[in-house]
């Protein structure tokens, strides 16, 4: 998938997921991240393929790879969902105060020559376009597939301090895999990990977002769990599978038999945004309590149409929730 199509939608989507986790503490109490004892051994240690290094890459947990811990010992990290589908969601406070989320994840197929880093394992670190407020790095393995590291400021006037963090970030994640401590999930009975949305999302159930005809294709992730959708005009949609805790919204509703949470957020220059986000299946990771598998729907249309954005999310929904496993 080429960045282009992912960019703009993750300050957004990071902001609705790792704020929905943090929502949830009656659910389950954040706990320390799991840091696996070396799991794989390589078949070229000093080439790392995404698949040497990382396994499977549709089980493959990135949470695995962030300890909050080996972050500086005068910045605050914490991780509250230690097992993730796409990506890791990190929170950190720099000893200057500068406040970031920090995204591992997602991975793609990138343009980058892979194979000749000077990094630990052969791979290599290369910089990446981004908005403002964010900062972007990725983790280039022998294959080409790239694993992103991003930061992201809460804070506007924080945004200078992002590539710093995701420099550092970079680091213990490289060092990581290199130690092979990534670490495959083992998914629950009728699971949504091994269900690519793309298979499932029909043309009809797409086609409920204005503009995306049934000329409009898919764009699939390298790991198998989001698919996105964008029109000529600029609407877009997104389906993603997630690990998080009991959504929450503005509003919550039951689709068929599912909780499902309805947030409408604040216009920006390019879009309104809707999330309607269902509960799946629950999700047992160590000691971590309050984990479940989620399907989110992302809708996002022209500013001033929110609520025409939530009423196709919902649409959407009405239709997606019984092509999912059964609860």
């Not at 009656?26 to 799991?39: H, I, L, N, Q």
């Not at 080409?144 to 924080?158: K, M």
Request: proline residues 6%.
């Amino acid at each position: 998938m080429a960045r282009w199509a992912r960019h703009p939608l993750l300050g957004l989507v990071v902001l609705a997921l790792v704020t929905t986790g943090c929502a949830n503490k009656v659910y389950g109490t954040p706990t320390a991240v799991r840091v696996p004892e070396k799991s794989r051994d390589f078949d070229d240690p000093d080439r790392l393929t995404a698949e040497d290094a990382l396994g499977d890459l549709t089980l493959f947990n990135p949470c695995s790879v962030v300890d909050p811990d080996e972050m500086p010992d005068d910045w605050t990290a914490r991780v509250d969902v230690p097992a993730a589908f796409e990506y890791c969601a990190m929170a950190v406070t720099t000893k200057d105060g500068a406040t970031a989320e920090v995204q591992v994840g997602y991975l793609y197929e990138s343009e980058h020559d892979g194979g000749r880093g000077d990094r630990k394992g052969g791979l290599s670190v290369a910089p990446a376009e981004d908005s403002d407020a964010a900062c972007t790095r990725d983790i280039v393995f022998a294959d080409g597939i790239a694993l992103e590291v991003r930061s992201w400021a809460e804070d506007p006037a924080d945004a200078k301090a992002m590539c710093g963090i995701a420099d550092e970030t970079v680091d213990h994640v490289i060092d990581a895999v290199a130690a092979g401590r990534a670490e495959t999930l083992s998914l629950p009975e009728h699971s949504v990990g091994e269900v690519d949305p793309c298979d499932i999302v029909t043309a009809d159930m797409a086609a409920v977002v204005r503009g995306v005809t049934a000329g409009v294709r898919p764009e699939r992730q390298t790991s198998g769990h989001t698919c996105w959708w964008q029109s000529d005009e600029g609407t877009m949609l997104q389906v993603a599978f997630d690990i998080g805790r009991v959504p929450v919204g503005d509003t919550g509703d039951t689709i068929h038999d599912r909780y499902t949470a309805t947030t409408q957020y604040a216009d920006s220059a390019e879009s309104s945004t809707c999330a309607v986000v269902g509960e799946h299946v629950p999700f047992e990771y160590g000691s971590t309590t309050g984990l479940m598998e989620r399907a989110g729907i992302w809708v996002y249309l022209k500013p001033g149409e929110v609520e025409a954005a939530c009423a196709a999310g919902k649409q959407i929904a009405d239709k997606l929730w019984p092509a999912l496993p059964k609860l």
